[in-house]
């Protein structure tokens, strides 16, 4: 189908591109007119467990902007689902658990999850949407920490009471959930790469409320343990605060790390030494007049340097972002060349 390397396998193998590549996080979503005519008439789990539905929506920004990469269409906790947690997404709210985890007898009610047995639209997606799609497509999974955190708590929160009571109240319970979980999302990875992802990112997006210490005992050898279980493709990290964690962060053994736009990328440069890097413009960013968009698009470029780069937002756009602003902000990235 493809006759020359894509660019993002370039920059994913830490290769000189002649720009970075470019995809968004969340770049399939409410913020695009077409994403929410369709949602009008499928609930979100529907659209998700649907394959054909999936690929619908992972082409829609696809068909409007240049992107480098397709991410598959799905959500982080839907092996939870798979698992016995009886999951909604609920408009305003965001995801709620009705059978929140908080005992060891909770733990051990969990199932095994298989994502092939238990959750094959994803897969499928992938297949139909690399076969539709000029471009490489990405899967994903939920980091073990921040699907522990919705698991626990039953819903968003902002400092993860419940999480945090079990985390330093039963620490053994909380490490053999967290194995559970990792090995979950480890397979749910592999079976994503064997569909024919080209690559794989783990969302770690609530480890930032966890200390330092906090983080290198529980979320980092979590991760590691899931992405030991994902071969074939490179491996992406993300997390939403990732500055406290930088100096660690490559313990993960992850191919490539996403930062947020918190940091200076050249700065999580010097820390995290010669590995891919992904991000980092701040999502709001995109409120800003165009010129000021570009502007800054191009001073992360710059900043990131030629070798292994891949140009990202530093978290997911949000449904508010005007269409127009993601094309100049993935137009300006186009335009750049490291002569
Ligand atoms: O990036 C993409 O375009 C691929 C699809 C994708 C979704 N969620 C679709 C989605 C991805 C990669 C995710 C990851 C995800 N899901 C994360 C990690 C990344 C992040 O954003 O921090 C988390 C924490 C979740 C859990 C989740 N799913 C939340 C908190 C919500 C509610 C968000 C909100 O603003 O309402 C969801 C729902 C969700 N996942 C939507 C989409 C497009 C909106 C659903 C709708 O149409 O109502």
Same mark, same amino acid.
């Given at each position: ?10 920059? !994913?193998?830490? /290769? %000189? =591109?002649?720009? $970075? ?6 770049? +399939? @979503? ?22 054909? !539905?999936?690929? /619908? %929506? =992972?082409?829609? $920004? ?6 480098? +990469? @397709? ?269």
């Amino acid at each position: 189908m493809k006759e020359h390397t894509p660019l993002i396998v370039r920059a !994913l193998r830490n /290769e %000189v =591109t002649e720009r $970075p590549p470019v995809w968004f996080m969340r770049q +399939a @979503g409410r913020y695009l007119p077409e994403y929410r005519e369709l949602r009008s008439k499928h609930t979100f789990l529907q659209m998700c467990h649907t394959p054909e !539905l999936a690929t /619908e %929506v =992972t082409l829609q $920004p696809l068909r409007r902007y240049p992107f480098d +990469a @397709g991410i598959i269409f799905s959500d982080i906790l839907l092996p939870l689902e798979s698992m016995g947690a009886e999951l909604e997404y609920i408009p305003g709210t965001g995801p709620v658990i009705r059978n929140p985890v908080r005992t060891a007898a909770d733990v051990r009610a969990l199932k095994d999850f298989d994502p092939i047995r238990d959750l094959p639209a994803p897969m499928e997606a992938i297949r139909l949407t690399t076969a539709a799609a000029d471009v490489p497509i990405l899967g994903f999974a939920g980091a073990p920490f921040t699907m522990a955190c919705y698991l626990i708590e039953g819903q968003g929160s902002r400092n993860w009471p419940e999480t945090k009571r079990l985390m330093f109240g039963q620490p053994k319970l909380f490490d053999e959930l967290l194995n559970r979980l990792a090995d979950a999302v480890g397979d749910h990875l592999q079976a994503q790469i064997d569909a024919g992802a080209v690559g794989v990112q783990l969302f770690d997006t609530w480890a930032g409320v966890l200390g330092p210490a906090d983080f290198q005992r529980w979320a980092l050898p979590a991760n590691r343990r899931a992405l030991k279980r994902a071969s074939g493709a490179p491996t992406m990290f993300f997390t939403k605060d990732s500055a406290p964690f930088l100096p660690w962060l490559r313990d993960i053994e992850a191919d490539a790390y996403a930062v947020d736009w918190r940091v200076d990328i050249g700065a999580a440069r010097k820390v995290l030494g010669d590995v891919p890097i992904q991000g980092n413009l701040d999502p709001q960013a995109l409120h800003a007049p165009h010129d000021e968009i570009r502007r800054r698009v191009r001073s992360i470029i710059e900043t990131a340097g030629p070798k292994g780069h891949i140009f990202n937002l530093g978290h997911g756009i949000t449904p508010d972002i005007e269409p127009a602003a993601v094309e100049a902000a993935v137009e300006a990235v186009h335009a750049h060349r490291w002569s």
